[in-house]
């Protein structure tokens, strides 16, 4: 497990030990409200900031983003604006480091395109290879999962699509299923009761992922890693939590 992902454990543990790696990359991004990015990826990035500005060699860093909302990266409901605001203007990871999904395309098809061939510069296998995915879990499953199933032209696979939310601003930008299941880590992070049906119905291995779609997440040759508070895991049974442990 590569640099962040295990600041992220340690922090979560309250574990502060030191640890050292090489370069990583991270994709981050939040989908807990309807409107504006959530609370608790905002607390997340704060606390993650302040505890991680030494730890983590920030210049070996790329960060890219999961999903974003077609607005102006200076709109209050930007993904962008929120890690923005509460990580990266408190860390010292190089501007040129930060791949923020584009949002000025008249054509938002364009704009998953170009967000492509970005992926592309930075990656050569087919799939890219994130050392760490953040997800988040509405109450219907993270939007970006719902709308990745699909091909592209011509029955292509591509690394991003444009696609529509049952929320506004309801035009999305998001990458698609197996870019998440390339990862070499994903981490779930869920706090509240209004999660716990979620979860619970994912955690059961019958739910459909047309209703939630984060039970398609899938890792090929990584680790999956669930982070829910009590009020999240409420309907969580001993058998669940058995299965999601040996999986």
Excluded at 95 to 107: A, E, F, K, L, W
Excluded at 229 to 241: F, G, P, S, Y
């Amino acid at each position: 497990m590569r640099l962040l992902c295990l600041a992220l454990y340690q922090m979560f543990r309250r574990d502060r030990s030191n640890a050292r790696s090489n370069g990583i990359s991270y994709e981050c991004s939040n989908r807990s409200q309807p409107s504006l990015p959530g609370t608790f990826p905002r607390t997340l990035y704060g606390l993650l900031s302040a505890w991680s500005r030494e730890r983590i060699p920030w210049g070996q860093v790329h960060i890219f983003w999961r999903d974003e909302r077609y607005v102006p990266p200076d709109d209050p409901q930007s993904n962008y604006r929120m890690a923005k605001e509460t990580l990266l203007d408190h860390v010292p990871c190089p501007t040129g480091n930060v791949h923020p999904m584009p949002t000025h395309y008249p054509d938002p098809d364009v704009a998953a395109r170009h967000y492509e061939r970005i992926l592309r510069s930075y990656f050569s296998a087919e799939w890219p290879r994130f050392d760490l995915i953040l997800l988040g879990l509405g109450e219907e499953g993270p939007y970006c999962i719902a709308v990745s199933r699909v091909t592209g032209p011509q029955g292509t696979k591509p690394l991003g699509i444009a696609g529509k939310a049952p929320a506004e601003p309801s035009v999305r930008l998001t990458l698609t299923l197996p870019v998440l299941t390339h990862a070499a880590n994903i981490y779930f992070l869920l706090t509240g009761v209004k999660k716990a049906e979620a979860l619970h119905n994912v955690l059961a291995g019958t739910a459909d992922p047309q209703t939630y779609p984060a039970a398609g997440v899938r890792v090929l040759n990584g680790n999956l890693v669930w982070w829910v508070d009590r009020k999240a895991a409420a309907l969580v049974t001993h058998q669940q939590l058995n299965d999601s442990s040996s999986a």
